[in-house]
């Protein structure tokens, strides 16, 4: 029989292992117990470690822990579903692998982590507000999978909404589930975190060294490297005389450590717009971050990044001196718009996390972005002079790098290990074999080198000057109309700049799109870039000069900053407020007499239309760029994608359609069939007799790239409306000819329309076009609607390269405008597979009856949109109070998560049931009565979260219906605890 004695110590390890492991798995039960939640690491020290996990049955709970080249040792701890096993007498700075074991049973392959050093350089990530289960935090989460570190930080929020027990796993341990396990974390509770039980179920998932004399799990400190941190509970009270104030002025003073470091959650320094500073904690805990020298302190809370200048005294004092305050609120939850104080260094708004790291008597801090930039960065120096520069100290400071692990912003890709940019596609260097080009560096193919690295042909890029720009300025000028400058300016939050672009004659999707600017007047900070969602402005022809400018008719400030506090940020109206939470990368520093660029694609992705960026700067440095009335305009170039196919073909196509229809709220489904060697004529036929509450109307188009002769005579009378679409693409291969000539008189009466336009590409084809109208009976009414249509059809089987086809249609419409309603039947004659898939509209943006004048004109007639006037156009207003909460439940609010079928039956009475005692709330007469009602509510909420969370472990839902429904109960939690809060009290009378 083999023993761990003999061989060499790996041989001797893996072996060992292996015993345990078998030796375990023998006692196991035929049902083995399955990880709900972990491993994931906490008390991390020098010598020791705890390692949590929980089973979805009660098990025995064991962990297997060995270094990475000894001996495997067997702890056991207690019976249950959360395990938590303490190992100690481990060894400083070592590598060690585990397995967590339940009844014997290994519970997934061995995870390993690092001890703590004393003598070791370290590195930590740091984020806060980040427990959303949302595509931003998984952003993050990303880009921290790729940052090395040795330990997390949290700056509290780490579960919303509400520090609920059943949102700590989708939120927390299945987001981090791949760092948990190798990194500890050291967390911190947040305003949201202690909603429940005041922290209870926070306290049931973390462990916490409570190493105070009130032995509190709420605050503790502990040591890392040369660093000592300490985390507070800032819910709590931080007044001298406190208990975690006397914690926290022992504990510093106690300290011998190099770094001392302070983290909370609610920021103290802060420029942001939604919370701003903490004056209170500041005035209590400053004094003591100055008397002990803090030299770095960690806040959120704000949903964005802000680092402070050196302070002490809340004075601004030199390098070296001082405490430097980081608000890193940028985990995952929307962010905040964030302006500049005169403390700030830098501060943007954005989603990010901090990487901290610490060498001896240096620190450096950077805020690096979910695409692996880093946005900022300080060096703090104490006790000497830095060690001297190398490469892998993660800073660029030597001429020879071009990067330094993290600190790559120069680097297109990843950063190589001899600290010079790994080659990559957009680096503008051809250094790859399967590269012909690369940005300017394009012999091969001067102007036309694809955004792929390949030689692209002419046809490939468009080019593009704003077919408007202005700039809005803040104070004495908030009323002035700038659009005849030839510059364009931006200061810090004071000013915004404008540009509009004209893409409705560009077809084809864009897969690249660069911004040039030719800088004017140099700045440290060149402006980040944000969309518009609204291009309905417009610009003015005055050149800003003198007070006359008032009377220009252009865009101004005051159209922007519409509740007038010199602030642009999510609390104005305005249609043309810039959407900071899609900010695109910026200019960084710009110098005079230079051109610019920056990556817009982002902005581009809506088809053919017309479409407008905002720039704005954190800079005090004003910014100004040549406007279109200069001699050198900005340029938007454009990369477009490739056709789908190429055709050789000649084709005829004449079409005459007479329409008259007055169109509502229109929800358009595209189908996009790509053939090759086929020629394709598509008819759709229906006939329906009955009056009908909608009608739907379907066209199918052709398009080729060769030469074509088309001719198109149309006649039609329509108000035009937002669209929603949807795409499906199929493709065949198929050869089949099919002619058709359909005649069709339809009466109807319309309201909300539903229109689905289906697109062929075709290769060595032609394609004709028809144009069907159908309407189906849903609800009689005294009115009668009748349709005939005639199609003769024949297929055949193409061999030659050529093809001709000619198609005449002819179609007559005539509508009225009574409500109406409607189902839809077509079928086909062709082969190719064509899929429709239509998804219920959730607009934003309500029909313009030609412009409105009042309210009412734009009534949608939905008891959840509440539609407003504004500018002429209408638009969705914000819901408020126990109808928001209400609406955050409807239905239709799932469907595109969910689809169109019905929810399991338990799940969805819990769901109604909680949207009941909601409704019950608003109908009540009485405040009492409402509150009752709400809670109610609360509770019902709960139990379809859980509903949700069972439908979803027993496979009944899929997992983005799972995640839509969590988020639209979690929704509705909020807003119902923010309607209790908001009426804490009722009066006796019930009033």
């Known amino acids: 029989m083999r023993t761990c004695e003999g061989g060499g110590p790996r041989a001797r390890a893996t072996w060992c292992a292996l015993l345990i492991i078998l030796a375990l798995a023998v006692a196991a039960p035929a049902m083995a117990a399955s990880l709900t939640r972990g491993p994931y690491l906490q008390l991390l020290t020098r010598q020791s470690v705890t390692v949590v996990w929980n089973t979805d049955v009660p098990a025995a709970c064991a962990l297997a822990v060995r270094p990475l080249d000894g001996l495997a040792t067997l702890r056991t701890g207690s019976v249950g579903t959360v395990c938590a096993v303490a190992i100690d007498g481990l060894l400083p700075g070592t590598a060690y692998a585990y397995t967590p074991f339940a009844d014997g049973v290994p519970l997934g392959a061995e995870a390993v982590f690092r001890t703590d050093d004393a003598n070791r350089p370290i590195s930590f990530l740091v984020l806060g507000d980040s427990g959303c289960d949302c595509s931003a935090q998984l952003a993050v989460r990303d880009a921290m999978l790729k940052t090395p570190a040795d330990f997390i930080l949290h700056t509290g929020d780490m579960i919303y909404d509400a520090g609920a027990p059943q949102d700590f796993d989708p939120t927390f341990f299945a987001p981090y589930r791949d760092i948990v396990r190798h990194l500890v974390l050291w967390p911190c509770l947040g305003n949201h975190d202690v909603e429940t039980a005041s922290g209870a179920p926070w306290r049931d998932a973390f462990y916490t060294p409570a190493n105070n004399p009130a032995a509190s799990e709420d605050y503790y400190s502990f040591d890392a490297g040369n660093a000592h941190i300490v985390v507070l509970d800032s819910n709590a009270i931080t007044k001298p005389g406190s208990p975690q104030y006397v914690f926290l002025d022992h504990d510093l003073a106690a300290t011998t450590a190099t770094w001392k470091v302070v983290a909370f959650h609610h920021t103290i320094y802060s420029s942001g717009t939604k919370h701003g500073s903490n004056l209170t904690i500041r005035a209590n805990l400053v004094p003591l971050f100055d008397a002990h020298g803090v030299g770095l302190v960690l806040m959120a809370h704000e949903h964005s990044y802000e680092r402070t200048k050196p302070l002490h005294a809340n004075q601004i004092v030199s390098p070296g001196q001082g405490t430097v305050y980081i608000t890193t609120g940028g985990g995952g939850q929307e962010v905040y718009t964030v302006g500049s104080s005169t403390f700030t260094a830098h501060s943007e708004s954005v989603h990010h996390f901090t990487r901290v790291a610490i060498e001896g008597g240096t620190l450096l801090a950077q805020m690096i972005r ?7 960065e300080v ?6 002079a830095p060690p001297a520069p190398r490469c892998g100290d993660g800073i660029v400071n030597q001429p020879v790098e071009a990067c330094d692990g993290a600190d790559h912003a120069a680097c297109v890709g990843a950063c190589a290990p001899d600290c010079t940019c790994a080659p990559a596609c957009g680096d ?24 792929s690295c390949q030689c692209g042909d002419p046809t490939a890029f468009v080019t593009l000057t704003p077919v408007a720009d202005t700039f809005v300025q803040g104070g004495t000028q908030a009323t002035w109309d700038h659009g005849a400058a030839d510059h364009l300016d931006t200061l810090e939050l004071s000013n915004l700049i404008y540009l509009k672009f004209d893409l409705t004659a560009v ?22 870039i944000y969309p518009v969602l609204d291009s309905g402005w417009v610009e003015g022809d005055r050149t800003g000069l003198d007070a006359t400018s008032a009377l220009g008719p252009g865009l101004k400030w005051t159209d922007v900053d519409t509740n007038g506090d010199a602030v642009v940020d999510s609390l104005d109206t305005s249609p043309w407020r810039p959407q900071f939470t899609g900010t695109m990368r910026g200019f960084g520093v710009v110098i005079p007499g230079r051109d610019f660029m920056a990556d817009v694609t982002p902005a581009f992705q809506g088809g053919p239309g017309v479409y407008s960026l905002a720039i704005a700067t954190n800079s005090a440095n004003k910014v100004s760029y040549a406007a279109r009335e200069s001699a050198t305009p900005p340029l938007l170039r454009l990369e477009l994608a490739p056709p789908d196919t190429t055709t050789t073909t000649s084709s005829t196509s004449s079409t005459t359609s007479s329409s008259t229809s007055t169109t509502v709220p229109t929800t358009s489904t595209t189908t996009r069939s790509t053939t090759t060697s086929t020629s394709t004529t598509v008819t759709t036929s229906s006939t329906t007799t009955s009056s009908t509450t909608s009608t739907t109307s379907t066209t199918t188009t052709s398009t080729t790239t060769s030469s074509t002769s088309s001719t198109t005579t149309s006649s039609s009378t329509s108000t035009t409306v937002p669209t929603t679409s949807t795409t499906t693409t199929s493709t065949t291969s198929t050869s089949v000819t099919t ?5 069709s008189s339809t009466t109807s009466t319309t309201s909300p329309t539903t229109s689905s336009t289906t697109s062929s590409s075709t ?52 509508s009225s405008t009574e409500p109406t309603s409607t189902t839809t039947t077509s079928t086909s004659t062709t082969a190719p597979a064509v899929t ?38 209408c638009e969705d207003a914000p819901l408020a109070g126990l109808q928001a909460a209400r609406c955050a439940l409807a239905p239709q609010v799932a469907t595109s998560a969910c689809g169109s079928g019905p929810l399991p039956p338990a799940l969805e009475l819990a769901l109604g049931r909680a949207q009941g005692a909601i409704e019950t709330a608003e109908g009540a007469n009485s405040t009492r ?37 969590r988020g639209m109960v979690r929704q509705a939690r909020v807003l119902a605890r923010r309607y209790l809060k908001k009426h804490a009290t009722a009066r006796a009378d019930g009033g």
Not at 507 to 522: H, I, M, N, S, W
Not at 739 to 743: A, Y
């Open 379 to 384: 060096t703090l120096v104490k006790g000497g």
């Open 836 to 873: 429709t898939t239509t998804i219920a509209p959730t607009p934003s943006t309500l029909p313009t009856p030609a412009g409105c004048q009042t309210d009412s004109e734009c009534d949608a007639h939905d008891p959840c949109r509440v539609s407003r006037c504004v500018a002429g156009r």
């Open 370 to 376: 979910p695409d692996g930039t880093i946005g900022d």
């Open 739 to 743: 002619t058709s000539t359909t005649s």
């Open 929 to 965: 009565r409402a509150r009752s009602a709400v809670r109610s509510g609360l509770q019902l909420l709960d139990a379809a979260a859980q509903r949700v969370r069972a439908a979803e472990g027993r496979h009944l839902i899929a997992t983005d219906c799972g995640r839509t429904l």
């Open 507 to 528: 077809q084809a999707p864009v897969t690249r799109a660069t911004l040039f600017l030719r800088c004017t007047d140099g700045s440290d900070d060149g402006g980040a």
């Open 428 to 451: 503008g260097h051809a250094d790859a074999p399967a590269e012909a080009c690369d940005g300017s560096d394009d012999a091969a193919c001067p102007g036309l080198c694809l955004s």
């Open 763 to 814: 290769s060595s084809t032609s394609t004709s076009v028809t144009t069907t109208s159908t309407s189906s009976t849903r609800v009689p009414t005294s009115t009668t609607s009748t349709s005939s249509s005639t199609t003769s059809s024949t297929a055949s089987t193409s061999t030659t390269s050529s093809t001709t086809s000619t198609s005449t249609t002819s179609s007559s419409s005539t």
